[in-house]
């Protein structure tokens, strides 16, 4: 099922992207914006404002996403090349459209990285992003993007149907 902002209720009670982290309401705010933007034609609809990379399992993934979200698979073997930098960011991406969609605006939308533990909140308080063991998926991908020259942020809170 995909999650719309019209359909989801945010556990943060204000828009606010702090450091590296964004709240689902922030990340809410800039999708509804962008989707009134290309009903208006005032932006192009094939370059997003926001690329939302969702990192949970496929089964998560598949049982509820943000609309347009684009689903990352990273097995080890690759995500081991992503941290040594023999990988590109686009091969976590499975889906060819995606992947190309990804690759055509990577650069030039703000990427906004999602998984379990943010949706917990025990990303900040474990100190998830800022630890240097570079071990989960997010903190990889976070890096590496980094140094690609994107603008990246991850998402604190979770999102819920209604």
């Known amino acids: 099922m995909s999650v719309a902002c019209a359909d989801v209720v945010t556990v943060s009670s204000h828009s606010a992207m702090i450091g ?15 989707s009134t933007a290309a009903v208006n034609h005032t932006v192009d609809v094939g370059r997003p404002a926001v690329l939302v990379l ?15 979200s684009l689903p990352v698979v ?10 040594n930098g023999s ?17 055509d605006c990577c650069r030039t939308s703000h990427i906004v990285l999602y998984d379990a533990a943010g949706a917990s909140g025990d990303a ?10 570079c071990d989960s998926v997010v903190q990889v991908l976070m890096s590496r993007l980094k140094k690609d020259g994107c603008r990246v942020s991850y998402l604190l809170g979770t999102c819920c149907v209604l």
């Open 20 to 34: 590296d982290t964004c709240s689902a309401e922030w990340l809410c705010d800039q999708l509804r914006n962008s």
């Open 54 to 68: 969702d990192c949970r399992s496929a089964d998560d993934y598949s049982a509820a996403h943000v609309v347009g």
């Open 74 to 83: 990273v097995p080890s073997i690759l995500l081991r090349r992503l941290r």
């Open 87 to 103: 990988a590109n960011v686009a091969a976590v991406v499975s889906d060819p459209s995606s992947r190309s969609l990804f690759t």
């Open 124 to 133: 900040v308080g474990s100190g998830y992003l800022g630890s240097g063991g």
